[in-house]
């Protein structure tokens, strides 16, 4: 019996003069855990290229990583942005792939910066610093460092509800920035107690969650095994 194949956007590595894709252990063991195969996809330039690569996956697994660069949403606090960004090939093939799985009718699974992209790619905004710009904001873990568990609250009227089945989830956190303004047609469908954004769907769609936590460092946890089963399905 064939494995649903899960695509998943690589991290872009500069070492030793070379770029290199990567993919964190923890993402392709969830997609292993839970049923499917894990594909680390690279940068092709060209719209056919990636329209192909995309027939071929079931999803696409749209991870974390490195902050978007200021200009590519019109940061006015850039300041405020880490200095480790994401490359410009990543930032232009994460885009084009994951609208051209949306066109071909496939579902989408983003985690953390992968749900911030999302958002900028709607035409949305970023806080750029939680800690500096969020009043009486709750502990979301430590960016590229130790993570933090806290609690969401899920919008009843939304896919997350049906797929996670409750109103609140406890969550593995880790990361600095979060959703500003929201993009056209991007629904906020969980928040954390000081107002984060937490989860975001969109308008009248049902093939993409987005996640501002990180499920994969709680393989274990009902969340995830509900989460990408529901990729999986």
Known sequence: ???????????????????????KEDYYLTVWNSGGCPVTLNHPDKQEQISGVVEHLH?????????????????TKPELIDEDQ?????E???????????????????????????????GGTLIEDISTLVPGAVDHGTFNGEHSVHEVKIK??????????????????????????LGDNIVPVAR????VVEAIEIENQKNLIGVQWHPELVKHSEETKKLFSWLLS
């Not at 994401?86 to 990543?90: P, V």
Request: net charge positive.
């Open 1 to 23: 019996m064939k494995k649903p194949l899960i695509g998943i956007n690589p991290y872009h590595i500069e070492r030793n003069g070379s770029f290199w894709n990567a993919t």
């Open 86 to 90: 994401m490359s410009k090939e990543r």
């Open 92 to 122: 232009s093939f994460d885009r084009a792939v994951f609208l051209e799985t949306l066109k071909q009718g496939k579902k989408v699974l983003a985690v953390c910066a992968g749900l911030q992209h999302i958002n900028v790619i709607f």
């Open 156 to 181: 009843k009227e939304s896919n997350l509800f049906n797929v996670l089945g409750s109103e609140t989830a406890s969550v593995a956190s880790t990361h600095h920035q979060c959703v500003g303004k």
């Open 192 to 195: 954390s107690l000081d107002g």
């Open 59 to 75: 999803g696409l697994l749209m991870v974390g990583g490195p902050d978007i660069p200021a200009e590519v949403y019109g940061s």
